[in-house]
């Protein structure tokens, strides 16, 4: 597996040529598409459970990123190359 972070989540591929695919897809989008690829909303990669900061500052941010983190390293469903 090829693992990169990307806008606070990790992202899994099962190859570096699916990794720089989707590196070359989201450089070739437009602005807009670029926007729309980069949700806000933190989810896992592998199940696509959604993570949500509920209070307002960096370090509530980084209390979801770091929980997103830890269910990451454990979730059990089979990883989906998505960007």
Known sequence: YVSLRAFGRIIHFDTAEEAAAAIARFRAASA????????????????????????????????VVDRLEDHEETCVVCPAPTL
């Open 32 to 63: 807009e598409e670029q926007k729309a690829m980069a949700s806000s909303q933190l989810k896992c990669s592998k199940c696509g459970a959604k993570f949500r900061v509920t209070r307002k500052g960096k370090s509530a941010r980084q209390q």
